[in-house]
Structure formats: C-alpha cells, structure tokens
C-alpha cells in the first residue's frame, strides 16, 4: 500500500488526497489502484496487438507475392535442367517451365516460414540485434538463387548424388555461418529441409504435379530426391 501512495502527487494526484484519507477509505482504494492498473495494461496490450496486426498484414502480403513471383522464378533454374520435370498443371511461360500450382504453394510457404522466423527472430534476438538491413536481404537472395544455380549446374554436369549432397551441404553450412549465426535459424532450416520433402509427397502420389526423373531418395514408398 505505501509503494502504490509514494508515486508522489506530481505523478498522480489521487496519491495526495490518499495520504489524508481515514484507513477504511485506504482500504477501499487499495482495491482500485490495482484494477486501474490493470485496465492500462489491457488497453496498452491491445494497441500494441493491434499495432502488431497492422504490421502482419502488409507484411504477410509482402511475403507471399515474393514466393508467388520470384519464388517461382528461381524454382525455373532447377526445371531449366529436368531436375525436376512438371505433369498435370504445367505451363511454359518463355523460357519458364513450371506448373499452375507452384506459385501460389510457394506464396504460401515463403509467407508460412517468413513470418515464423520473424517470430522466432523476435523472440530469441536481444532488443535491437534482430534489426534487418537491405544489404543483408540482397545477400541472403544472391547466395539463394546461387545455391540453387549450383544445385542446377551440379546435376546438369552428371556429379555423382554423394558429391553433390557433400558440396551443397558445405555451402548451406557457408551460407549460414556468413549470414545467419544463429541456432534457432539452423534448427528452422532443418525441420524445413525435412518437411518440405514430405509435405511434396501427396502432390506427387496422388495428383502427379512434378516428379524427379534422376532422385535416389525414397520415402514412403515415393521416390523424392
């Protein structure tokens, strides 16, 4: 009781007229003072939801027109080579070999995996360190759509399967360490790299939107990687 009446009257100046006030009516207050506090704190919560949600959004957008456009571009240097080869649904725009369905499945798998790296980057990250920079956006897409240009190179070439797994696990692990650092982001990118495989294995058994004709990696039954 004395710590909610110390404020001081310039801070609040219910705490001046309750330093003159008879116990029972202390008493009462004391009740109050608490539920004021509380309802603050709602109010501050819900702005600072609502703040959150108008963020999300845009944010959200942003997110699933980057996979629904560039995704789909760079997804085109690995069906460029027949690493993998579209069926039903596939389109030819130009050059780009892809299917109707790739699109708006990696809209929502960039928007899905962006915003949880967000989170988690929000979560983990001490105040201020989480901060993003275009530099580092710029060359986290470069090693991106290098990767996946070597991927692409590498089974063009014939290398054997065991090289290429060992050369492009160097390079993701190189990748990490120049632009990420952190565990939770390596833990991210490996529960990634083994529920996407699984996640393709219905689109592939029981719609037959893509297969690869060269993959040495069965699961359940699917031939995958």
């Given at each position: ?22 116990r ?60 993998v ?28 995996v962006?915003?949880l ?12 360190s ?28 014939g ?67």
């Open positions: 009781m004395q710590s909610l009446i110390a404020v001081g009257p310039a801070c609040c100046p219910l705490s001046h007229s309750l330093s003159y006030a008879p029972t009516q202390l008493q009462n207050v004391r009740y109050f003072v608490p539920r004021t506090r509380c309802t603050l704190n709602e109010d501050r919560q819900s702005a600072a939801t609502g703040s959150k949600l108008s963020i999300a959004r845009p944010l959200s957008l942003s997110l699933f027109g980057s996979g629904f456009f560039l995704g789909t571009l760079i997804d085109g240097l690995h069906s460029r080579v027949n690493l080869v579209y069926e039903n649904g596939s389109i030819d725009l130009g050059p780009l070999h892809t299917n109707i369905w790739v699109p708006p499945l990696l809209g929502l798998f960039y928007c899905t962006g915003l790296q967000l989170y988690l980057d929000e979560r983990t990250s001490s105040k201020g989480s901060q993003g920079s275009l530099e580092k956006t710029v060359a986290s897409l470069i090693a991106l759509v290098g990767f996946i240009e070597l991927s692409a190179e590498l089974y063009k070439a290398v054997a399967a065991n090289i290429e797994a060992y050369i492009l696990f160097a390079m993701a692990e190189l990748m990490w360490l120049l632009l990420d650092r952190s565990w939770f982001g390596f833990a991210l990118a490996c529960v990634v790299g083994l529920a996407c495989p699984l996640a393709e294995i219905p689109l592939m058994k029981f719609f037959n939107l893509w297969y690869y004709p060269q993959a040495n990696v069965e699961i359940l039954g699917q031939v995958i990687l």
